[in-house]
């Protein structure tokens, strides 16, 4: 069967309505203005076919410390040909020598697998229209003055410093805090997103404070529809099920090359930005 010449060319606002065609075809919620936001933290490439979108793929750097590999989308009618590969070589061009990190599907993971990803986690997908919840004591909203110690703690938590990727987030949502003896001690963003909103990342010592931190924001939006992005090793999963934020899915964190940090007891990650950014 004879087929048409695929062209691979950099990512541009141009090409934003067809993206949004493509996660639409894919069954993702995200809006306009959510590949808007991906576009402007990322650099990546598209495929072009007859002058038709027909895949795309972004890459999310966090300075030199790694960066993420995302919005790996391929048209339906074009699987099978070997596209996912050129854009993930694409991408391992844009992204150079960081190390990376990714979200996979179960149909994804063979291909990461051959490109040298390695599982390192599972993602929780929970979501869902929330009741009435209490408003948790010593949660507060944070200031703009606040966020260059968000962004430290950031990137104590996440192991990469994601400056860009927090000051968009205060731009386009908000911020709480948990605070002592004075200093910003976790931390949670929320934005819109999708259907709803999504909360994330949610920064924390311990499981108490980060159930905390969410619960701050849910308490003020009942039945609002929210989303969180988890991993299975914070224990959070069962906490956001009891308050109406169902499992509806996820993905399989992989690295390439695989890093394990030790544990930092004073900052860590219970809550992705989602499964974009990390």
């Not at 962004?151 to 927090?166: C, S």
């Not at 968009?168 to 999708?194: M, N, Q, T």
């Amino acid at each position: 069967m004879q087929t048409n010449q695929i062209d691979i060319t950099a990512f541009g606002p141009e090409h934003l309505e067809a993206a949004v065609r493509l996660s639409r075809q894919a069954g993702w919620p995200h809006r306009p203005e959510d590949w808007q936001m991906a576009l402007t933290l990322s650099e990546g490439v598209v495929a072009i076919e007859d002058a038709r979108v027909v895949g795309t793929v972004l890459v999310t750097p966090y300075k030199a410390d790694c960066a993420t590999i995302n919005m790996v989308i391929v048209d339906e009618a074009m699987r099978g040909r070997g596209l996912g590969r050129m854009l993930m070589d694409a991408a391992l061009r844009i992204a150079g020598d960081r190390p990376l990190r990714l979200v996979a599907t179960a149909e994804g993971l063979p291909l990461y697998e051959k490109l040298g990803f390695r599982e390192t986690g599972r993602v929780l997908q929970h979501q869902g229209v929330v009741g009435d919840v209490a408003a948790p004591l010593g949660i507060e909203a944070a200031t703009a003055a606040d966020i260059g110690a968000i962004a430290a703690l950031d990137r104590r938590a996440f192991g990469a410093d994601r400056e860009g990727l927090i000051a968009y987030l205060a731009k386009v949502g908000e911020f709480a805090v948990r605070r002592r003896d004075g200093r910003i001690s976790g931390c949670a963003a929320i934005r819109p997103f999708g259907r709803g909103e999504v909360i994330g990342p949610v920064v924390a010592a311990d499981l108490d404070d980060a159930k905390a931190l969410v619960a701050h924001f849910i308490a003020a939006r009942p039945g609002r529809f929210l989303r969180l992005d988890t991993t299975a090793d914070t224990d959070l999963a069962p906490w956001l099920a009891e308050q109406g934020l169902a499992h509806v899915g996820g993905g399989i964190a992989m690295m390439k090359p695989p890093i394990h940090r030790a544990a930092d007891r004073a900052a860590n990650i219970f809550a992705l930005a989602n499964q974009a950014f990390g």
